[in-house]
Structure formats: structure tokens, C-alpha cells
Nanobody
Framework: QVQLVESGGGLVQPGGSLRLSCAAS????????MGWYRQAPGKQRELVTI???????NYADSVKGRFTISRDNAKNTVYLQMNSLKPEDTAVYYC?????????????WGQGTQVTVSS
């Protein structure tokens, strides 16, 4: 099993920045990739960014150039640096870890952290 603990959400003005953290514990050696998702009210949860065990990254078009995913292997932590925040970035942000099993990929989720961009 993998446990994910998120932190760093809050209220920020448009144009501001936030840094989200996701600390992983448990069977971390089995993690294939980690990522950040978000879900705004009335909308489906969407992928924001992912990072693989090999370090490859991908971003949703809506956040390219503004958000950056990174990792600190010594701390078993993944970060999401969010700059130039817009009101449309307001959502609950979830950390995700994908663990490869014999016949399936298992998805683990953090508890979610609220990000609100407003004046």
C-alpha cells in the first residue's frame, strides 16, 4: 500500500503562487508514476500533471508554462509549484500515485487540498 499526505493549499490572489506538497509512504518502491489532479465544482476530475519514475513529465495545456511538478527523492515528496494563478485554477487538488501490479495498475489518492484563487 501507498499512503499520500498533501499540504500547501489555501487562498491566493490572482497572479499569486502556491506550492503543494505530497509526501508518500509505504511501498514507495512500487510507484510507477505520480501526478496531480484537480476537480472544480460541477466539473469532472482532470489530470494536471504527471511525473514518471524515470523523471518524464507531462502537463495539461491549461497549466503549461505556469505549473511545475518536481520531486525530492530523499524526502519521498512530490511538489506542484503553481505560478501566475488564475481564478479558473480554483479546485480541489489531489495527489495520485500509480502502482504496477501483476495484472493491473492500482491508483492511490491523497485526501485533497483546496486551492482558491480570488480577490
Amino acid at each position: 500500500q501507498v499512503q499520500l499526505v498533501e499540504s500547501g493549499g489555501g487562498l491566493v490572489q490572482p497572479g499569486g503562487s502556491l506550492r503543494l506538497s505530497c509526501a508518500a509512504s509505504g511501498s514507495i518502491s512500487s510507484i510507477n508514476s505520480m501526478g496531480w489532479y484537480r476537480q472544480a465544482p460541477g466539473k469532472q476530475r482532470e489530470l494536471v500533471t504527471i511525473i514518471t519514475s524515470g523523471g518524464s513529465t507531462n502537463y495539461a495545456d491549461s497549466v503549461k508554462g505556469r505549473f511545475t511538478i518536481s520531486r525530492d527523492n530523499a524526502k519521498n515528496t512530490v511538489y506542484l509549484q503553481m505560478n501566475s494563478l488564475k481564478p479558473e485554477d480554483t479546485a480541489v487538488y489531489y495527489c495520485n500515485a500509480d502502482v504496477k501490479g501483476r495484472i493491473a495498475i492500482y491508483h492511490y489518492w491523497g485526501q485533497g487540498t483546496q486551492v482558491t484563487v480570488s480577490s
